[in-house]
Nanobody, 124 residues
Framework: QVQLVESGGGLVQAGGSLRLSCVAS????????MGWFRQAPGKDREFVAG????????YYADSVKGRFTVSRDDAKNSVYLQMYSLKPEDTAVYYC????WGRGVGPQYEYDYWGQGTQVTVYS
């Protein structure tokens, strides 16, 4: 069992930055691929970024490529999402999720554990 807790969300002006953190419980964190997803009001939850076990590979949605960076620190059981040049359309609840296949990318049903989410609001 893995429990995930996100933090770092908030209210930021367009063009600003935020860094989201996700801390996992359990001793097997390093085996999991980790993904960041977001859900805006009235929209489906969508993939934002992911990182494989051992940080071998990272993945990004086209909408955030070049602006967001995903990273992990297995010693701290943590995964991060650094967000730059934020836009109003980035406004959403952001979730981290753990993928037992270790890939950090793939359909949402492959992610076994989800955090409760953290709100990011970008105003113009």
């Amino acid at each position: 069992q893995v429990q995930l807790v996100e933090s770092g969300g908030g209210l930021v002006q367009a063009g600003g930055s935020l860094r989201l953190s996700c801390v996992a419980s359990g001793r097997t964190f390093s085996r999991y691929g980790m993904g960041w997803f977001r859900q805006a009001p009235g929209k489906d939850r969508e993939f934002v970024a992911g990182i494989s076990q051992n940080s071998w590979s990272t993945y990004y949605a086209d909408s955030v490529k070049g602006r967001f960076t995903v990273s992990r620190d297995d010693a701290k059981n943590s995964v991060y999402l650094q967000m730059y040049s934020l836009k109003p359309e980035d406004t959403a609840v952001y979730y981290c999720a753990a993928d037992r296949w270790g890939r950090g990318v793939g359909p949402q049903y492959e992610y076994d554990y989800w955090g409760q989410g953290t709100q990011v609001t970008v105003y113009s």
